[in-house]
């Protein structure tokens, strides 16, 4: 006699409904301490909702972007620590819609793993919400799937998006930029989440080392080093853009100062940067010096030490520096801008 064959469920498959709906009921506390005015439903539904009554702006204009970590998550995942690069999730995007002069308003996640672990997860969220609390978004939806035998187990991939709001007359697009205005770097934490397949090369498959080796140069572990968090600019340029007229920004991020500062220069104008007038952290030198890279490479891939430049007029520049290095982080006069071919150049510091 056949013997009755069991039925097949989703969960033989790899995936599980039910592990997905309690992540849901244990990640809505994180979201909620990330709740500001204008929310009107968040998460559990099949969208968000969120009210622009609130914002008086003559001509507002909604802002958007999206990104991811990158193969950063590669480290946190052979750390086993996950609870930072949410941080960086937010910080790409946040980051990015400053540019454009942008207030951060809501924040959504995708996460795509093999098979949902619960314990990783909620640490995830946990860093997506500090990441929203320090740029003042909401994160009011996001999308979690596992996707067996798309990802390895233990595997899983991130990516953000991000929408803020700015009035159109307040709309920084660097066009106001001309030659003599001066150019303030703000300091970057670190790698941030740029680069990491070059720093994966030389660290690991190069030079063999571990991520729980100490290194003197850098005064704590390779692990903790290469997951310091994307540091979030959206305090030091709100009060900036308040008390300032700030005629462009750049966030630094993968293609370094020489591959984001032109994307907001207009024609005629070039940004001359001066080396040694900031201090960067030592995990570039170091990098540099264990993988024998050459400065350009290094200054085309990292963002040695800046991770937001800001342009303004040279009568504004001692106090905007002033502002900027009363927040966490420092911040220094790196450059100025100079007719010639739109571009980045390096010069030696006088």
């Known amino acids: 006699m056949e013997q009755k ?25 994180w979201a909620a301490t990330t709740a500001r005015p204008g929310v009107l439903a968040g998460i559990g539904g099949f969208g968000a909702l969120f009210s622009l009554a609130q914002q008086k702006m003559a001509d507002p204009l909604l802002v958007s972007a999206t990104d991811g970590v990158g193969t950063k998550l590669k480290i946190a995942q052979m750390v086993g620590k996950h609870d930072t690069v949410g941080i960086d999730l937010v910080a790409m ?13 809501f924040f959504l996640d995708y996460l795509a793993t093999s098979r949902l672990d619960l314990e990783v997860a909620e640490q995830i969220i946990k860093g997506i919400a500090e990441g929203c609390r320090q740029a003042g978004c909401a994160l009011i939806g996001g999308e979690t799937a596992e996707m067996p035998d798309f990802y390895a187990p233990g ?31 703000l300091s970057s934490t670190g790698l941030h989440s740029n680069g990491f397949s070059l720093v994966r090369k030389i660290l690991f498959d190069q030079r063999g080392h571990k991520l729980e080796e100490s290194i003197p140069e850098l005064g704590t572990s390779l692990g903790e080093e290469l997951l310091l968090p994307t540091r979030i600019y959206v305090k030091p340029f709100q009060e900036l853009k308040e008390r300032l007229p700030i005629k462009g920004l750049a966030h630094i991020t993968g293609g370094g100062l020489p591959g984001n500062l032109p994307r907001i220069l207009p024609d005629g104008c070039q940004a001359v940067i001066r080396l040694g007038s900031w201090q ?8 540099q010096k264990q993988g024998g890279v050459a400065k350009e490479e290094m200054f085309r891939v990292f963002n040695m030490g800046i991770g937001m430049a800001v342009v303004l007029a040279e009568s504004d520049a001692e106090e905007a520096l002033e502002i900027a290095n009363s927040f966490r982080g420092k911040a220094w006069m790196a450059g100025e801008i100079k007719s010639g071919e739109k571009g980045v150049k390096l010069v030696e510091a006088a």
């Open 5 to 29: 064959r069991r039925s097949l469920t989703y969960k033989d498959a790899g995936v599980d409904i039910e592990a997905g709906e309690r992540l849901v009921d244990r990640i809505k506390p």
């Open 155 to 185: 595997e899983y991939d991130l990516a953000g998006f991000i929408v803020g709001i700015v009035d159109r007359a307040r709309v920084i697009d660097g066009s106001r930029i001309v030659p003599g205005d001066k150019i303030i770097a």
């Open 93 to 105: 995007s946040a980051n990015d819609i400053l540019t454009l002069g942008a207030e951060p308003l």
């Open 280 to 287: 960067a952290p030592p995990i570039f030198s170091f990098l």
